[in-house]
């Protein structure tokens, strides 16, 4: 009897032990496989977050608790409602959304500790959920930082007053039209890519969008909301252009449980992270405004 049972607890630790093995041969291939899907991005180098320079201008406009979204696009389609699955997060100006005009909009109330009416807004982030299969609950970021850095070839100008900007593409994933893209990576360490990132344990997701910053000197919109205010290139801005100061948004986020997470976006495009984009109307005071170009182009009163 004793031999029976002893032998009986043997089979069962044996079987524990295959069941234990088996189940951390899943979780590495499951890890492994999402390192290596094309919407993500495994991210273990260190090193710091990213930066474009010294004589910078930072500013705070919160990050959304008071829970201000909605699916309208002031910039692309204003009073027309977006698809109720592309939920844009705003922060700065308090009003922006389906009704808004250029005159409630500068009337309204808004999130920047310096004043700042400008309206600021990207798609949401959800968590749970794999980039193509559906939507789970919106992620409310951790921080919001805007930064604005000087134009490294030549001294800034004042952005207009109502300018319109836009970063990335809602639809390149369907239609690669080569424009820059939002970039994601990891605080505390990685290079800047445009996959998801699989953070370390511990370590902010960082959701990353630069503005382009050369200005046609005439209009603050253009029909496809971008020929008016381009990228620079390799040589700066291009001829006939002229540099307005260099916008960087931040989005910082906890890193997700099970790395599973994905951005709001248009159903045929399935949450792949090259669909990013993020939206910015300027509605500074020229006093604002003037403080900028002055700290950027002398580095006085950052």
């Not at 093995?21 to 090193?47: H, I, M, N, W």
């Not at 608790?65 to 409602?81: D, F, I, M, Q």
């Not at 310096?114 to 798609?123: A, E, F, L, Q, V």
């Not at 424009?179 to 959701?207: D, E, H, K, M, Q």
């Amino acid at each position: 009897m004793v031999a029976s049972n002893t032998a009986s607890r043997a089979g069962r630790f044996t079987v524990f032990l295959v069941l234990a093995f088996a189940l951390q041969a899943c979780g590495s291939q499951s890890t492994d496989e999402r390192a290596d899907d094309p919407y993500y991005a495994k991210v273990t180098a260190s090193g710091s977050e990213p930066t474009l320079g010294p004589n910078v201008f930072t500013w705070s406009c919160g990050r959304n608790l008071e829970g201000h979204r909605n699916t309208a696009n002031y910039v692309v389609a204003p009073g027309v409602p977006g698809p109720p699955h592309h939920v844009h997060d705003y922060v700065g100006n308090l009003s922006t959304g389906l009704d808004s005009t250029d005159a409630t909009l500068a009337a309204a109330d808004t999130t920047c500790t310096n004043g700042d009416k400008s309206t600021y807004y990207w798609p949401v982030l959800r968590k749970g959920v794999r980039a193509d299969t559906g939507h789970g609950e919106i992620e409310v970021p951790l921080s919001v930082t805007l930064t604005a850095y000087p134009d490294p070839n030549s001294e800034v100008v004042a952005m207009p007053r109502l300018m319109r900007a836009t970063t990335g593409d809602a639809r390149a994933a369907t239609h690669d039209t080569g424009l820059a893209r939002p970039t994601w990576t990891c605080a505390g360490g990685g290079s800047l890519g445009t996959r998801y990132p699989l953070c370390p344990r511990g370590a902010r997701v960082l959701r990353v969008f630069d503005f382009p910053s050369c200005w046609d000197g005439r209009r603050v919109d253009s029909p496809d909301h971008r020929a008016h205010l381009v990228f620079p290139g390799q040589q700066g801005c291009p001829s006939g252009t002229f540099a307005v100061p260099r916008l960087r948004l931040v989005v910082a986020y906890s890193r997700p449980d099970g790395d599973r997470f994905a951005i709001d976006g248009f159903p045929d495009q399935r949450g792949n992270p090259v669909t990013d984009h993020a939206f910015l109307v300027n509605l500074m005071s020229e006093k604002l405004m003037t403080r900028i170009v002055k700290c950027l182009n002398t580095g006085e009163d950052c």
